[in-house]
């Protein structure tokens, strides 16, 4: 594991790309092998394995939710988490908003823009994001800050495909940050890649990675039971 993380942070820190170490299905003893290594960026795809990790590590770490997030969720992860990736509506945006403002806190969220062509991803289409951004209502919103966006390739071998959604999404990124700027709209991270495609994310222009099973090996998919 150590050798795996050190030689892609080396790879990523060459290209200024940020890197979200993702935990989910590890237990507390690997992420803290990393914090030692001074990774302090980690990212979580369920509410409660995510609570019951941050209520055992250090306050400082960064915790990204990368996971699709259901609206009565929101108020348990709203004191502390760092980045919302996965923002796929507008309730839920107006939630997050109010359980931020009762924290006193500016939250920073991306939206999840929808590129694969599995339906099981989620994820909001392209127009629903564009109005999202222009509307009224989110001019309003005093707790939220949207970042940019982040979005899943289609899980295939067919790297072609991977890198036209990428490209795709890059593109409508670029057309976004052209068009939105605000106290509430700073459209400056993109977030795309994960093991199997990171490479081809960014050079498509990723500058957020989000990488599990190339550091911390395989999942355990009997985590979540055991806890
Ligand atoms: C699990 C997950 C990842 C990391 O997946 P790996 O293939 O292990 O790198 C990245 N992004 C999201 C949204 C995930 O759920």
Known sequence: MKENYKEIKKWLDERKVKLVAVSKTHPVESIEMLLKMGQNVFGENKVQELLMKNSQLP???????IGHLQSNKVKFIAPFISLIQSVDSMKLLKEINAQASKC?????????????????KFGMEEDVCFSILESKELALMKN?????????ATNTENHKKV???FKGLKKFFDSLKKKFSSESIRLETLSMGMSSDYKIAVEEGSNL???????????NYEYNMII
């Open 59 to 65: 306050y400082t770490i960064e915790w990204h939710l």
């Open 104 to 120: 006193n806190r500016v939250q920073s969220v991306l939206f999840q823009i929808s590129i694969a062509d599995e339906e099981t």
């Open 144 to 152: 939220i800050r949207i970042e940019g966006l982040m979005g899943m």
């Open 163 to 165: 890198r036209t959604e």
């Open 209 to 219: 990675v989000r990488l599990g099973s190339v550091i911390f090996g395989e999942r």
